[in-house]
Structures are given as structure tokens and as C-alpha cells.
Nanobody, 120 residues
Framework: QVQLVESGGGLVQAGGSLRLSCAAS????????MGWYRQAAVNQRELVAT???????NYADSVRGRFTISRDNAKNTVYLQMNSLKPEDTAVYYC??????????????WGQGIQVTVSS
């Protein structure tokens, strides 16, 4: 089984920065695209950013220019650098990854989520 564990969330003032990390572990043969999503209290889960195994990135319009997604393929880890944070960025952030276990097929895995709170 592949597990994703997020870290780096917390409380920050508006205009501040946070860096989220998400590490994949388990019997991993390969990891494909990885991404970050978020869900505020009354909203649906929405895309924040994704990055392919080759490094191609995609961002939601609301975060483009403020957030940067990156990955370390050797560590099966994806990062989200969040700058110029706004109160509307407050949400539970989830990472996901397309991964294949040894002898298995590619599946989509999700982390447990981590809270990011931006105070005004």
C-alpha cells in the first residue's frame, strides 16, 4: 500500500508564507503526476497545483504567481511553496499522487489532509 503524509501546515498571518511537503512511502515502483488540492469548510475540493514526473506544472488561477509546486523524484516527495497568503487560502490541503506498487497497476492515492489557516 502507498501512503502519502503531508506536513508543514499551520497558522500564518496574511502576506506570510508556508511550505507544505507530501512524502509517498510504501512498496513503490513508480510515481507519476502529483498534486495539491484544497477544501474550505463549505466548498468542494478544488485543484491548487499539479506537477508531472517530468516537471510540467499547472496552477489554479487563484494561486498562480503566489504558489510554486515542485517535486523531488528521488524522495517521492512533492512540495507547495505558498507566498503572499490570503485569508481565502484557508483550507484543508490534500496531496495526491498517481503511483504504482511493485506488481500492481497505477492508482490514485490521497493524503490525510493538513490545515492551513491564514489570519487577516
Amino acid at each position: 500500500q502507498v501512503q502519502l503524509v503531508e506536513s508543514g501546515g499551520g497558522l500564518v498571518q496574511a502576506g506570510g508564507s508556508l511550505r507544505l511537503s507530501c512524502a509517498a512511502s510504501g512498496s513503490i515502483f513508480s510515481v507519476g503526476a502529483m498534486g495539491w488540492y484544497r477544501q474550505a469548510a463549505v466548498n468542494q475540493r478544488e485543484l491548487v497545483a499539479t506537477v508531472t514526473s517530468g516537471g510540467t506544472t499547472n496552477y489554479a488561477d487563484s494561486v498562480r504567481g503566489r504558489f510554486t509546486i515542485s517535486r523531488d523524484n528521488a524522495k517521492n516527495t512533492v512540495y507547495l511553496q505558498m507566498n503572499s497568503l490570503k485569508p481565502e487560502d484557508t483550507a484543508v490541503y490534500y496531496c495526491n499522487a498517481w503511483a504504482r506498487e511493485y506488481g500492481g497497476s497505477q492508482k490514485l492515492y490521497w493524503g490525510q489532509g493538513i490545515q492551513v489557516t491564514v489570519s487577516s
